[in-house]
Every structure is written in C-alpha cells, then in structure tokens.
C-alpha cells in the first residue's frame, strides 16, 4: 500500500521556538495532503488542507499564521508550527491521497509528537 | 451534514471469539464508508472501505465490514480476535456528492485479552 513518512516523530521545544514537520508520500505522488491533530483520546480535528502548488485551506477556527503550510512539490507538505506555546502541544498527523476522485483513500503518516516546554 | 457515531467508547473480548466494532453515519448522499486502525504513539493505518457493490467489505488482517444502508451502520468484524488487534479504531464517512471532506468517528478501543 502507499506509504506517508513523518518527521521528526517526536519533538521537544521551548516556548516562543517555531518547529517544522515535514510530510512525504513515499511511493506516490499526492494530489492532496491533509494536517490533522489528535488530542489524547480523542478523534482526528482536521486543521488544513493543502495542494501543491496552492495555498492551504485552513479549517475554521485554526490560524493560518500559527500553523503554517507549504505543499512544496507532489511528495512534500511541511507544517511549521510558530512561535509554540504548550497549548500547541499534541499529536500532529499528515495524510494524502493519491487520486482525485471522492473514492480516494486517505493514507496517514505515523504521526509526530510535539512536547512544547 | 455528515456524521459519524461510535457508541462504544471501548470492546473488549477474548482472544479466538468474534469482534464486532459499531459505526452508525449520516451524510446526505451516497457514503463511502472507511475503517482505520491506530496503534498507540502511530498515525491510522487502513484497513478497509466500502464505496460500492457488495456489502459484505473484506479487508486488511481478516477484519471485514458490511454496509447497511437501511440502519445506516457499517460495522467492524472479525470471527477470531487476537491480542494484536487490540488497538484503537476509526469509522469514517465521505459523502458521494461532497467533494472530499471526510468525517471521523470518536474512536473505539479494542480490548482482546488473552
């Protein structure tokens, strides 16, 4: 099956620092990827989604200054998560699809642990 | 507006008796239905998805899923659960005529014990 790869998988920063995850489709080129964030024990909270070449589209109440997005190319999004704060602490998930008809399947990467001091 | 139940908030079972993990969705349309698997500290994994056809829906390790259109449910099942498929599980619903936006249920953790 396609394979997404995060990284870093985990990251632990200081407050006021910004970090930058990067999302790739290993073995497909993605039409689309998605930013999630999961809270502990809880569902997936979609927060962008971004096309290459294009301007991410932010989910309602997510900051687009906060959590930047780049879809650099078909393999490549990065999220940059500036100017953290320990609420921004959580579980960060890209995903992507590889077609563009609604049928597609959504493929997740593994996810990266963000720990904000 | 579309929409995805789990009622369950945790199954537990004994390991080489039948699973069953519940979904119940609302979308306005035709659904594509989805089930994801998480392992702790892990991104979702597909297992399996139900865009038309056949009912019954065979998936990755031995877990299956039959669409019900007229109880609007699309549960998870496997007839021998192992300790390994403890984990937590996701339905997940795309309506047909609404581009691709998909919903995600709250989640379901499985317990198989030994």
């Known amino acids: 099956g396609a394979v997404v790869s995060q990284h870093p998988s985990w990251v632990i920063c200081k407050s006021g620092t910004s970090v930058k995850i990067e999302c790739r489709s290993l073995d497909f080129q993605a039409t689309t990827m998605f930013w999630y964030r999961q809270f502990p024990k809880q569902s997936l909270m979609l927060m962008a989604t971004s096309n290459e070449g294009s301007k991410a589209t932010y989910e309602q109440g997510v900051e687009k200054d906060k ?31 590889e077609g563009l008809i609604a049928a597609d399947t959504q493929y997740f990467g593994p996810g990266t642990r963000l720990t904000v001091l | 507006a579309q929409s995805v139940a789990q009622p369950e908030d945790q199954v537990n079972v004994a390991e080489g008796n039948p699973l069953t993990v519940k979904c119940t969705y609302s979308v306005s349309g035709n659904p594509y239905l989805f089930w994801y698997v998480q392992y702790p500290n892990r991104g979702l ?53 609404g581009g691709f936006k998909t919903i995600f249920g709250a989640g379901t953790r499985l317990f198989v014990k030994a």
Not at chain 1, 71 to 97: G, K, Q, W
Not at chain 2, 63 to 80: C, D, G, R, V, Y
Not at chain 2, 87 to 94: D, E, G, N, Q, T
Request: glycine share 4%; aromatic share 14%.
């Open chain 1, 67 to 97: 959590f930047l997005i780049n879809h650099a190319s078909l393999t490549l999004s990065t999220l940059t998560v500036t100017s953290a704060h320990p609420e921004d602490s959580s579980f960060y998930i890209c995903s992507a699809r």
């Open chain 2, 45 to 97: 994994q597909f297992l399996l998805k139900y865009i038309t056809g056949d009912n019954l829906v065979k998936g990755s390790y031995g877990f299956e899923a039959e669409f019900n259109k007229s109880q609007t449910s699309f549960h998870l099942k496997k007839p021998s659960a192992l300790v390994s498929d403890s984990a937590l599980y996701f339905c997940a619903v795309r309506d047909k005529g």
